[in-house]
């Protein structure tokens, strides 16, 4: 079984560019999660997504926007880049957003110039 | 709110050997979930392994075990005969296990302690 994908996997961006990340969850599995990963930090959580339907957000500014496709996967878009937007995007999925195992993805490294 | 606190920023352990990581945590809940998370060179997060709140028994997976101390709000991994891919990022993470009131289960990381395994 293929496990969560993401893509791109790099990618370089200027400030005030659009971006849009891309997840594809394990077959089977409902609930896409998104969290921001900075360099030397721990993950932040961005959005949860479940059957299509925003089930929470972290603290991120308007300017982070999700969505949830009726195959579950899930696109990440995140407009007028900042240079502290630069970081790893995870994606990770689970069953149901209950679920205790969630699975991760490899992740989208974003670079903003 | 939930914090997850990781004092060491990076570890070394001689190749065979036991090592030890440290992670302690800040809730008002008594039902919850707590993780180990290993991130190589590749960035993928891996699964070590969960302890449930409400279960007094430590979590042991093959060479992994945890130590965990509810009262001290304390959850700590210990890695025992350290193999050179052990070495990692490793994560210490919080979930509780109901949802937010906006119906979110969101996981909490510490900052991370980085492995390295000696040869």
């Not at chain 1, 993950?43 to 949830?68: C, L, M, T, V, W």
Request: include cysteine; glycine fraction near 6%.
């Amino acid at each position: 079984d293929a496990g969560v994908t993401q893509s791109p996997t790099h990618l370089i961006k200027t400030r005030g560019q659009h971006v849009t990340l891309r997840c594809s969850p394990i077959s089977g599995h409902k609930s896409v999660s998104w969290y921001q990963q900075v360099l030397g930090q721990g993950p932040q959580f961005i959005f949860q997504y479940y059957e299509k339907e925003e089930r929470g957000r972290g603290n991120f500014p308007d300017r982070f926007s999700a969505r949830q496709f009726p195959n579950y996967s899930s696109e990440l878009n995140v407009n007028a880049l900042l240079l502290g937007d630069s970081a790893l995007y995870l994606c990770a999925s689970s069953l149901s957003p209950g679920a205790n195992v969630l699975t991760f993805g490899a992740g989208s490294r974003l670079t903003v110039l | 709110a939930q914090t997850v606190t990781q004092s060491q920023p990076e570890m070394s352990v001689q190749e065979a050997e036991t090592v030890t990581l440290s992670c302690t945590y800040d809730t008002s809940e008594s039902d919850y979930y707590l993780f180990w998370y290993k991130q190589p060179p590749s960035r993928q997060m891996i699964l070590v392994i969960r302890q449930e709140a409400y279960k007094q028994q430590n979590a042991t997976e093959n060479r992994f075990s945890v130590n965990f101390q509810k009262a001290a709000k304390s959850f700590s991994l210990k890695i025992s005969d350290s193999q050179l891919g052990d070495a990692a990022m490793y994560f210490c993470a919080y979930r509780s296990s109901g949802a937010l009131t906006s119906g979110t289960y969101k996981y909490i990381f510490g900052t991370g302690t980085r492995l390295k395994v000696l040869a």
